[in-house]
């Protein structure tokens, strides 16, 4: 039986986005459109039988700057951030630099990497550890979460019905230090998730530090890092170890399979060795402000 023709709406307003959806609750939001096409090897990728592209919408597009904040517009591509220079935080580009190559950072857009339905793809983590705020806005309201609470969650991200997320706001507070890793396995179906570790100090007092890592899940001892809030540096090397093991104990709590932070999803690689690249790196990074 033949596949009737779908639909693709370009709306240009908001208002115009909530009334094609509306109207056709069944319809994908599109951001870059590289999450739809992601594995599929045919000459032609199938597609959702009704989209609605948000390339129109001048609103989503736009970047802007105070003295605390970077507010970037959903539609901005992963480029034109990476672009933007010294005035992003330092793990965001990291972060942003590692995501595939130059042409599909020039397609795939903020939004959209943060909206990935079935897995937490890279942004997600960087922005967490930044205390980043998202807006979302449906036809009746618009509010602000924070991306932890969007995101943090194995499962569904935090829209409540037909909301959209428009606006990010990404806190410009420095911090002192910022390492981030893509890992990637060479025999995995996908890459194997992203981690971070940013830290602030003050006179030789650690200040923060956060660690996170990103992929079915978002990943985060917060018990490990109040270990070392108040901490001198450089860190006593009891204290570093300490530290790693918080991180082992955490890691060995983790469930596997369906629906759990690792999924199984990483061809023929074994969740083991995704937490051994989680340590390795985290024992990495603190050598560096470590005795």
Not at 118 to 137: C, G, H, N, W
Not at 153 to 161: E, K, R, T
Not at 247 to 257: A, I, P, T
């Amino acid at each position: 039986m033949a596949i009737p023709p779908g639909k693709v709406f370009f709306p240009s307003s908001f208002q115009e986005l909530f009334s094609s959806w509306i109207g056709n609750p069944d319809a994908v939001l599109c951001a870059g459109g590289t999450e739809h096409i992601r594995n599929q090897d045919s000459r032609i990728p199938a597609l959702p039988r009704k989209i609605i592209s948000l390339g129109n919408i001048e609103e989503l597009q736009k970047i802007s700057r105070t003295e605390r904040y970077l507010e970037i517009g959903s539609m901005v591509k992963l480029s034109q951030i990476i672009n933007l220079g010294k005035i992003v935080p330092e793990v965001l580009i990291h972060c942003l630099e590692n995501i595939a190559g130059p042409q599909i950072r020039s397609q795939a857009t903020i939004g959209g990497n943060i909206c990935n339905p079935s897995v937490r793809l890279d942004a997600s983590a960087p922005m967490i550890a930044l205390d980043a705020q998202y807006e979302l806005r449906s036809s009746q309201s618009v509010r602000w979460v924070s991306a932890s609470r969007f995101s943090s969650q194995p499962g569904p991200l935090s829209f409540v019905g037909q909301e959209c997320l428009t606006r990010i706001r990404v806190p410009l507070e420095p911090w002192t230090f910022a390492w981030y890793r893509k890992l990637n396995f060479s025999l995995a179906s996908r890459p194997g998730g992203g981690i971070l570790l940013i830290l602030r100090n003050q006179k030789d007092i650690l200040t923060d530090i956060r660690v996170l890592y990103s992929s079915q899940a978002i990943l985060r001892e917060k018990d490990a890092e109040s270990m070392l809030k108040g901490k001198h540096l450089p860190l006593d090397h009891r204290d570093a170890s300490a530290f790693v093991d918080a991180w082992k104990n955490y890691l060995s709590s983790m469930q596997e399979g369906e629906n759990a932070e690792f999924p199984g999803e990483y061809g023929n690689l074994s969740p083991g060795l995704i937490k051994s690249q989680i340590l390795r790196f985290i024992e990495s990074t603190l050598s560096h402000i470590s005795d």
